[in-house]
C-alpha cells in the first residue's frame, strides 16, 4: 500500500456553473440558459478521475470537496455518482470529509437532504453578508432570511457546516461589521470564513473600480477589520487557524488544510488545479481547460481536459509550500522547506523579520508568523523567499 | 591628385540652435552636390549613433567634402565640419570652428534667436568667422523672416541684408546656399612650403581602420608615410594612411593647406589623441604650436554601479569600450558601503553624463543606479595642502578644512517675458547674482552668474518646466569661488545612506533637506516598521519624515487552484527586491538616488 505524502491527499471536484455571475467573483463559473447535461458531465468526471488513479494510485482519500461554480446546482445523483468513483477507484473511508458549496436559497435548499444521503458530511454556506442591501450589491440571489433558513435545514442536516462572509465591503463601518459578525457567529456554525472584498481582475467590480464607481475602503480601516476579526472570533470560540478561515476546536476544514499543508490534490472538472507527487517524488502542477463545454469536448475525446503538466523545480516547490503554509497559524516545518526549496532562509533577512515581531519559532522546527505578522503575510512571505 | 589651389576651398561649419535644422541643411548640402545618390542618403547622414538621429543632436564632430561647381563655371571644395551644439562640448566647438573660416547661422524663421544660438554663433565670431546668415523653414505659416533678420541685427549684430531664405525640409533655396558660402565666405590662407602644421580637430574610433584622426593643414603637406608628431603629447607615429570623408573614407595621397582630412597612424586608443593638438613632421616640423589647446577636464562626476553585482565586471568591461571612442569620459573604480564595486565617472556636463548612461544601457544592456550628479570642489586644508573633490563620500574632517571652492557658470537664458519672473525667481532661489537683462522685443534675456551645483541636478527641467518649454539656456564654467559649504548626510532608519550625501551651501540646506526628505517618503516603499528619514548637516538633524508602517498586505483568499498564480507573483515580489538596495532594514529603490535631489521649488 502507497503511504500518502506530508500534508495528506485530497480530491477537487469543480462545478462551473452558476445562475448569475457575482460582480466580485474571478472563479472559473459560467451561466447557462439551456439546462446542461449532467450525466455527460458526472461522467466525464469520473473519466478525469479514472485517469489520475493512474498517476497517483492505491492512495487513501482525506478528503473529497466540490467546488465552483455552485456545486448545490448539481442532482444528489450527479454527486453520488462521483463519490462512488472516487470509492472505486482509491480507498475512501467514513472518516473521510465530504464537503461542499452551497448557495443559501430556498430552493437549493430542498436539495440537501439528498447530498447528505450520497454521502456529504460538511456544507460551507456562500452566505456572504447578514444584510438585504449589502446582498444586492454582491449581486447574491438570497436575501437573509433565506440564508438563515438554509443554515437551520444545514444544520439539521450535515454533521459540520461552514458559511462565508465577505467584510472590508465598499462604506463598512467597523461598528458595522462587529455587529454582523456577532450575529453570524450566533448561526452556530463550527467553521467560518471571513475574506475581505479585494478587487479581482476580470470582475464586474473592477470595471467599475477602474471607472471610480466603487470606492474601495481606506486600507488602514480594512486593517482595523482584520484586527477585530481577530480579537472576535477568538473570544468567541472561534480563532483563526488561517489567514481568512476560523473553526471551533477540531472543525477545521480538512480539505483547505491540504492545500496549506501543501499536501497532494487531484483537480477535476473545468478550470481545476491539482498537486501531484509522483511514484518517483515529482511533484506535478495539473490544470485543466476552463471552459466548460470545450473541457467536456476534450475529455470525450481523449480522456482528460489537462492542458498543463508541469514538474515543478525545488525553488518551486519551496515558494509553493511558503506561499500556502504561512497562512497558517501552526507555520511551517522548516527542515521540510529546505529539503524541497533546496535553500535557507537569508538569515539576515530572517532575523530582522523576528526582530520586527512578523515571525516567530513554534518549535526548533517549525516555524509561523505572528498576529502582527498575519496582516502583513505576503511581504512578509517575500522577505523568506528572497535570497 | 594635386593639392588643391586655395582660392577654390571653403571650410565652413553649421551653427544653430537644436530643431532649428542644421542637420536636415547638412543633409541636403550632401544630397545636392551629388557627394551621396538618394539612394544612399538616409536622414541625418552626420549623425551616425542612433542616441544623435533620436534627440536631434550631433555629439561628435563629423566632416564630409562637397565638390560643387558654381556659377562661375569653376569647381569648388566645401569642407563641412558639423559640430556638436550643446555646452558640454563646448571645448570641441571650439576647436571646430577655430579649423574652418565661415560659418552658416541657421535660425528658425519663426522661433527666431535662441540662448545656444548665441553662445555658438560669439564663439564663431570669436574665431574670426565669415557669417552666412540662413533663415531656415520659410515656408511654414508661422515664419517671419523679416522679424527674424531684425531680431538677428539686434541681438547678434549681424548683417542680414544678404540672408538666404530656405526650406531645408523641402530643399527651397539649398542652391543659394551654396552659392553663397562660395561667394560670401573667404578662402583659407597658407603656406604649402613651410613645414607641417595642422590641427587635431577630432578623433574616433572605427571597427575596421582604428583610431581616426580629423585635421585641418594650416601649413605645409601630409603625406602617407610621414612620420608625425603630436605637439602636446610628444608622441610620434607613422602615417598609415591620408583622406578625405565623402562622408565614408577616402583615401588620398596627400592633404595640402586648407584642406580639411583623416589620417590613421597605428594609434591605439582616441585618449592618445587630445583635440586642439598641433601635429607637425617628427624632423624639420615646426616649432610653435597652434594657440587654444586644453585638455579636456571633466565637470560633473556621478557613481555608477551595477544593480546586480555580477554585472561589475561587464561594466568595467563596457566602459573601457566606451572611452575608446570618448576620451573626454573617465572613470576609476569606486566603492560604495550601500551600493558594492562601482566607477566614479566623470563627465563635460549632464547631457554628456546622460548620453554615456543611456549607451550603457542600450549598447550593452547594463542596468544601472547612477548617484545623485556632483560638482568638482577644490579644498584647500589648514595645513596648506589642496585637492580635487569628486565625491561628497571623500569629504574630510571639518576642522581640517581651510576653505572649500564651487566651480560658478554663466548662463545666459533667454525666454518670453510672461515667464521672467519665474526665472529670475528660480535663478535667486539657486543663489544666483544676476549680471544682465535686456529685452528684444517680447523676449528677455537675462544674465547670470550661477554655481555649478544648484545647476547639476535639476536647474534645466525646472526651466523649462516653468516656461513651459519656451525658455532656453546655455553656459559656460566661469570661475571657482570660495563657498559656505557643508556636507548633508541623509539617514534612513537612523542609519547614514552614503550614496545620498551631497554638499549643499548652508542657505540652501534646510530646503533642500526637506525637499530630499519628502521624496524618498514618497519613493521608499512601506515596510513593516516606520521608518525616520532625516537629514543631517554636520551631526545636527535639520529636517525629518516619518514613512509610517505598513498595515495590510496579504491575500485573503489562497486554495489549491491560486499557487501558481500566487507563485508567479511572488517571483514578481523577488524580482522587484533584486532592483532595491538594502541599508541595514530598509529596502530603498533605484530610482530614488537621483529623484531624492529634483525639487519642486
Redesign the interface.
Known amino acids: 500500500m502507497t503511504v500518502s505524502p506530508v500534508g495528506g491527499f485530497g480530491i477537487y471536484v469543480h462545478w462551473p456553473f452558476c445562475l448569475a455571475k457575482c460582480p466580485y467573483c474571478d472563479f472559473n463559473s459560467h451561466v447557462r440558459h439551456q439546462p446542461v447535461s449532467q450525466e455527460r458531465y458526472a461522467k466525464a468526471l469520473a473519466t478525469e478521475l479514472a485517469r489520475y488513479a493512474q498517476m497517483v494510485p492505491g492512495r487513501t482519500v482525506d478528503s473529497v470537496f466540490f467546488g465552483g461554480g455552485t456545486p448545490s446546482l448539481m442532482e444528489p445523483k450527479t454527486v453520488e455518482t462521483i463519490l462512488n468513483e472516487v470509492a472505486r477507484l482509491w480507498h475512501l473511508t467514513s472518516t473521510a470529509e465530504i464537503s461542499m458549496e452551497a448557495n443559501p436559497t430556498s430552493v437549493e435548499a430542498t436539495r440537501f437532504a439528498g447530498y447528505r444521503s450520497a454521502g456529504v458530511n460538511r456544507l460551507s454556506v456562500g452566505i456572504q453578508a447578514l444584510d438585504d442591501k449589502e446582498l444586492k450589491i454582491l449581486g447574491r440571489q438570497h436575501s437573509v432570511s433565506e440564508a438563515i433558513q438554509a443554515v437551520e435545514i444545514a444544520r439539521k442536516t450535515f454533521p459540520r457546516i461552514s458559511f462565508d462572509l465577505i467584510y472590508a465591503r465598499p462604506n463598512q463601518t467597523l461598528k458595522a461589521w462587529e455587529q454582523e459578525l456577532n450575529r453570524a457567529i450566533d448561526l452556530a456554525a463550527d467553521h467560518l470564513s471571513m475574506y475581505q472584498l479585494t478587487i479581482e481582475s476580470g470582475t464586474m467590480f473592477q470595471r467599475l473600480y477602474a471607472a471610480g464607481k466603487l470606492e474601495m475602503l481606506d486600507p488602514d480601516l480594512a486593517a482595523d477589520m482584520f484586527d477585530l476579526t481577530q480579537k472576535v472570533t477568538a473570544a468567541r470560540g472561534l480563532p483563526s487557524y488561517e489567514v481568512s478561515n476560523h473553526a471551533a476546536p477540531d472543525a477545521q476544514c480538512q480539505h483547505n488544510l491540504i492545500y496549506w499543508r501543501y499536501g497532494d490534490y487531484v483537480g477535476v472538472g473545468p478550470g481545476a488545479h491539482g498537486r501531484l507527487t509522483l511514484e518517483d517524488g515529482t511533484k506535478l502542477a495539473t490544470s485543466t481547460e476552463k471552459h466548460p463545454e470545450t473541457w467536456l469536448g476534450l475529455v470525450e475525446s481523449q480522456g482528460h481536459g489537462s492542458i498543463s503538466e508541469d514538474i515543478l523545480g525545488h525553488g518551486e516547490q519551496g515558494d509553493e509550500l511558503l506561499l500556502m503554509g504561512m497562512r497558517l497559524h501552526e507555520g511551517i516545518d522548516v527542515p521540510r522547506y529546505e529539503q524541497l526549496s533546496g535553500r535557507q532562509f537569508n538569515p539576515q533577512r530572517l532575523l530582522n523579520l523576528q526582530e520586527n515581531g512578523m515571525v516567530e519559532w513554534v518549535s526548533n522546527t517549525r516555524l509561523r508568523a505572528t498576529q502582527a505578522g498575519f496582516p502583513l503575510l505576503d511581504a512578509v512571505i517575500a522577505e523568506l523567499a528572497s535570497d | 591628385m594635386t593639392t588643391k589651389t586655395l582660392s577654390n576651398i571653403r571650410n565652413f561649419s553649421i551653427v544653430a540652435h537644436i530643431d532649428h535644422g542644421k542637420s536636415t541643411l547638412a543633409d541636403r548640402l550632401i544630397q545636392s552636390t551629388g557627394t551621396l545618390t538618394d539612394r544612399e542618403m538616409t536622414e541625418q547622414v552626420l549623425d551616425s549613433m542612433d542616441i544623435e538621429k533620436e534627440r536631434g543632436i550631433t555629439i561628435k564632430a563629423q566632416t564630409v567634402r562637397l565638390i560643387y561647381k558654381a556659377d562661375n563655371g569653376e569647381e569648388y571644395t566645401l569642407n563641412l565640419i558639423d559640430t556638436p551644439g550643446h555646452v558640454d562640448f563646448a571645448y570641441e566647438v571650439s576647436r571646430s570652428l577655430a579649423a574652418v573660416e565661415g560659418s552658416l547661422l541657421v535660425v528658425d524663421a519663426s522661433q527666431g534667436v535662441e540662448a545656444q544660438t548665441l553662445a555658438n554663433v560669439y564663439q564663431a565670431i570669436d574665431n574670426d568667422h565669415d557669417i552666412v546668415t540662413v533663415l531656415n523653414k520659410v515656408d511654414l505659416p508661422a515664419a517671419e523672416p523679416d522679424r527674424i533678420k531684425e531680431q538677428i541685427e539686434d541681438v547678434i549684430g549681424l548683417d542680414t541684408s544678404d540672408s538666404v531664405m530656405i526650406s531645408a525640409k523641402t530643399g527651397l533655396g539649398i542652391p543659394d546656399v551654396l552659392e553663397a558660402i562660395v561667394k560670401q565666405l573667404p578662402a583659407p590662407k597658407g603656406n604649402p612650403d613651410g613645414p607641417l602644421k595642422a590641427m587635431l580637430v577630432d578623433s574616433w574610433y572605427d571597427t575596421y581602420l582604428g583610431v581616426m584622426v580629423l585635421v585641418r593643414i594650416i601649413d605645409g603637406e601630409l603625406k602617407k608615410g610621414d612620420s608625425i608628431k603630436m605637439m602636446g603629447t610628444g608622441a610620434v607615429y607613422p602615417v598609415d594612411r591620408v583622406g578625405v570623408m565623402t562622408p565614408a573614407f577616402v583615401a588620398t595621397d596627400r592633404l595640402g593647406p586648407g584642406e580639411i582630412g583623416v589620417l590613421t597612424a597605428s594609434i591605439k586608443e582616441v585618449a592618445d589623441t587630445r583635440v586642439g593638438d598641433t601635429i607637425t613632421t617628427d624632423k624639420k616640423g615646426c616649432t610653435e604650436a597652434l594657440p587654444g589647446f586644453k585638455p579636456a577636464q571633466p565637470v560633473v562626476f556621478c557613481g555608477l554601479f551595477p544593480v546586480d553585482a555580477n554585472d561589475f565586471e561587464d561594466l568595467r568591461s563596457a566602459m573601457g569600450k566606451l572611452r575608446l571612442n570618448d576620451a573626454s569620459f573617465s572613470y576609476e573604480m569606486e566603492t560604495s558601503a550601500a551600493l558594492g564595486f562601482g566607477f566614479r565617472c566623470g563627465f563635460l556636463g549632464l547631457l554628456h553624463l546622460e548620453i554615456i548612461q543611456e549607451r550603457l544601457s542600450r549598447e550593452f544592456n547594463l542596468d544601472l543606479i547612477a548617484t545623485a550628479p556632483s560638482v568638482v570642489y577644490e579644498m584647500e586644508m589648514t595645513d596648506g595642502s589642496q585637492f580635487e573633490m569628486h565625491n561628497p563620500a571623500d569629504m574630510p574632517d571639518v576642522v581640517k578644512i581651510k576653505e572649500i571652492r564651487e566651480p560658478w557658470i554663466r548662463a545666459n537664458i533667454m525666454t518670453p517675458d510672461e515667464y521672467l519672473g519665474a526665472i529670475l525667481k528660480l535663478c535667486q532661489d539657486r543663489r544666483g547674482v544676476q549680471v544682465d537683462l535686456s529685452y528684444v522685443g517680447s523676449r528677455a534675456m537675462v544674465t547670470y552668474d550661477l554655481p555649478l551645483n544648484e545647476v547639476v541636478f535639476d536647474f534645466y527641467d525646472r526651466l523649462k518646466s516653468i516656461s513651459k518649454g519656451y525658455a532656453s539656456f546655455d553656459y559656460t564654467i566661469s570661475e571657482y569661488r570660495a563657498g559656505d559649504l557643508a556636507k548633508m548626510s541623509i539617514l534612513v532608519n537612523d542609519e547614514p545612506v552614503d550614496a545620498l550625501s551631497v554638499l549643499v551651501h548652508r542657505s540652501q540646506a534646510d530646503k533642500r533637506g526637506r525637499a530630499m526628505c519628502e521624496v524618498l517618503k514618497e519613493l521608499i516603499p512601506r515596510h ?2 516606520k521608518i525616520p528619514i532625516q537629514a543631517a548637516l554636520g551631526g545636527r538633524v535639520i529636517a525629518r519624515e516619518t514613512l509610517s508602517a ?12 491560486d ?2 498564480r ?2 508567479k507573483l ?2 514578481k ?2 524580482a522587484g ?2 532592483k532595491m538596495r538594502q541599508f541595514g ?1 530598509v529596502e530603498i529603490p533605484q530610482e530614488a538616488f537621483i529623484q531624492a535631489l529634483k525639487m519642486d521649488d
Open positions: 513593516m516598521f505598513l498595515r495590510k498586505d496579504v491575500t485573503a483568499k489562497c486554495y489549491g487552484g499557487a501558481s500566487k507563485r511572488l517571483d515580489q523577488k527586491k533584486k532594514k
